[in-house]
Nanobody, 127 residues
Framework: QVQVVESGGGLVQAGGSLRLSCVVS????????LGWFRQAPGKEREFVAR??????????YYGDSVAERFAISRDNDNNTVYLQMTSLGPDDTAVYYC??????????????????WGQGTQVTVSS
């Protein structure tokens, strides 16, 4: 059974940093792409970052609002994907979700592209 579990959220001051982790079990982790999305109250779920699977060369893709500030990476030995977030601002406050895409290639940014989702972890940035 596939499980996706995020951790690392919390409260941080504006300008600070935070690293989210996501552990995926029940799949051959290195094959698949992983994505991070976020959803603020009253807003649609927004694409944040994606890292492709092995066939896609582990390429990284970012949403426009986080490019240059966030970095996605993966540790295939530990079935974990990370989202390093820097220069955080109040607009980054949201529930952050990790998601698995069984299609490993390309810059897929729609929520419907992803097959399995975690429960989310709250990130709150105070001004």
């Amino acid at each position: 059974q596939v499980q996706v579990v995020e951790s690392g959220g919390g409260l941080v001051q504006a300008g600070g940093s935070l690293r989210l982790s996501c552990v995926v079990s029940g799949v051959t982790f290195s094959r698949y792409a992983l994505g991070w999305f976020r959803q603020a109250p009253g807003k649609e779920r927004e694409f944040v970052a994606r890292i492709s699977g092995r066939a896609g060369g582990d390429n990284a893709y970012y949403g426009d609002s986080v490019a240059e500030r966030f970095a996605i990476s993966r540790d295939n030995d530990n079935n974990t994907v990370y989202l390093q977030m820097t220069s955080l601002g109040p607009d980054d406050t949201a529930v952050y979700y990790c998601a698995l895409d069984t299609y490993p290639i390309g810059a897929r940014t729609r929520t419907s592209d992803y097959d399995r989702w975690g429960q989310g972890t709250q990130v709150t940035v105070s001004s």
